[in-house]
């Protein structure tokens, strides 16, 4: 069966600092993978996706970035983070056909 | 771009009540979801429909995919507890970007016991 994998859970990070999110996919091949930021209690907001390595689509602009290197691995990233890069970033994958399955999200605090 | 209306926005309700929930769209969706995100964690899919029409069952909750292609609804009977969270709808549409789905920007829940 398939897995999704994002780590860490929590991380609390300086302004000015770099970020690295990384979501890994299990048990399948070539999927689409996604990355959505939600404020506190707010909607989803889709950041990236990616439907092949290498191949990255933005949503909003801003001061992130996400990378792709390996078919099941798709990582977030910034140069220097600002306290409006606070949030819950969730991972999300799928086939293309169906619905989303969702990691359980990194809570980013940044101070 | 295409755009979800969910509502309502939140809803407190006593333990025992139905709950019901709906979404709206100016375009044709060709998929409905309905997910429940728990405080801290992902959205986990509940229900997805296919069809113009569809009502499919999932324990206590119903949801409908409307007959004009362009709503759905989710209800939530006799809620309980656990059913606080975060809902949110989701459509797709094959002919947009990627399949990508389109999603509300969401319900929440609280159950007073």
């Known amino acids: 069966s398939q897995t999704i994998h994002q780590w860490p859970a929590t991380l609390v990070q300086p302004v000015g600092s770099p970020l690295s999110l990384e979501c890994t996919v299990e048990?399948?091949?070539?999927?689409?993978l996604y990355w959505y930021r939600q404020a506190a209690g707010r909607g989803l907001q889709l950041l990236f996706y990616?439907?092949?390595?290498?191949?990255i689509s933005s949503e909003v602009p801003q001061n992130l970035s996400a990378s792709r290197p390996q078919d099941r691995q798709f990582i977030l990233s910034s140069k220097k983070l600002l306290l409006s890069d606070s949030g819950f970033y969730l991972c999300?994958?799928?086939?293309?056909?169906?619905?989303?399955?969702f990691g359980s999200g990194t809570r980013l605090t940044v101070v | 771009g295409q755009q979800l209306n969910q509502s309502p926005q939140s809803m407190f309700i006593q333990e025992g009540e139905d709950v019901s929930m709906n979404c709206t769209s100016s375009?044709?969706?060709?998929?409905w979801l309905w997910y429940k995100q728990d405080p801290g964690e992902g959205p986990v899919l509940l229900i997805a429909?296919?069809?113009?029409?569809e009502l499919t069952s999932n324990g206590r909750l119903t949801a409908q995919f409307g007959i004009t292609r362009k709503d759905s609804f989710l209800n939530i009977s006799a809620s309980i507890p656990s059913d606080v969270g975060i809902y949110f709808c989701?459509?797709?549409?094959?002919?947009?970007?990627?399949?990508?789905?389109?999603f509300g920007k969401g319900t929440k829940l609280s159950v007073k016991p």
């Open positions: 999300a994958w799928s086939s293309g056909t169906f619905g989303y399955t």
């Open positions: 048990g399948t091949s070539n999927p689409n």
């Open positions: 990616s439907v092949g390595i290498g191949q």
């Open positions: 375009s044709i969706f060709n998929t």
């Open positions: 429909l296919y069809k113009a029409g």
């Open positions: 989701a459509g797709k549409n094959y002919g947009g970007s990627q399949g990508n789905l389109i």
